[in-house]
């Protein structure tokens, strides 16, 4: 799969004089291979600001899937003029393509359903209550929803709670 990958960078200078180094991007596979390598020299007055965009089409992305979620790691980094470490963020991302095509939604070109719920915070005599002022015994309902929401494999749960100062029930 074909992928693009856009990152802006915003970098203050807090220091007491001008800062001379570089910004760069590093994206990582599941193995560690480098995916993408790009780099930009900077040059930042005291108490100023610099920004950065890099984009880039990636020819071959494993892409993220609910069955299959193929993750890369993103790193992003600050050095000094000498290439000495200044700052750096990592984060994990994923590729993946979502549209919608002849009414029904694809994800990565092929057709997905997804499951999912109305979830209301009400229990027979309970009343619109929220779960942490259930009375103990009934406390077990939330986690017991849970686990079957998982095992039913539900990709989405829309929950509605009380308003604001209703009243909720009490034994």
């Known amino acids: ?9 915003r970098v203050r200078n807090s220091g ?14 599941a193995e560690g291979r ?3 390598s790009r780099s930009s020299r900077v040059s930042i007055p005291q108490g100023g600001t610099t920004q950065r965009r890099f984009k880039a089409a990636l020819s071959r992305i494993e892409p993220w899937s ?8 993103l790193e992003a980094s600050l050095v000094d003029r000498d290439g000495g470490p200044v700052d750096l963020c990592s ?17 990565n070109g092929a057709p997905i359903f997804l499951k999912g719920f109305n979830r209301h915070e009400q229990y027979g005599d309970l009343g619109t209550t929220d779960p942490d002022e259930w009375p103990a015994n009934l406390r077990c309902f939330g986690v017991v929803d849970r686990h079957r929401n998982k095992k039913r494999a539900y990709d ?14 009490r034994r």
């Open 1 to 9: 799969m074909k992928g693009s990958l856009s990152v802006r960078m």
């Open 16 to 29: 007491q004089h001008r800062s001379v180094g570089a910004l760069s991007i590093n994206l990582f596979d």
């Open 34 to 36: 480098v995916s993408l």
């Open 66 to 73: 609910p069955e299959s979620p193929a993750l890369y790691r």
């Open 91 to 107: 984060e994990t991302c994923g590729f993946r393509s979502i549209r919608a095509a002849d009414g029904r939604l694809l994800l």
């Open 156 to 169: 989405a749960m829309r929950a509605c709670y009380a308003q604001e100062g209703a009243k909720t029930a």
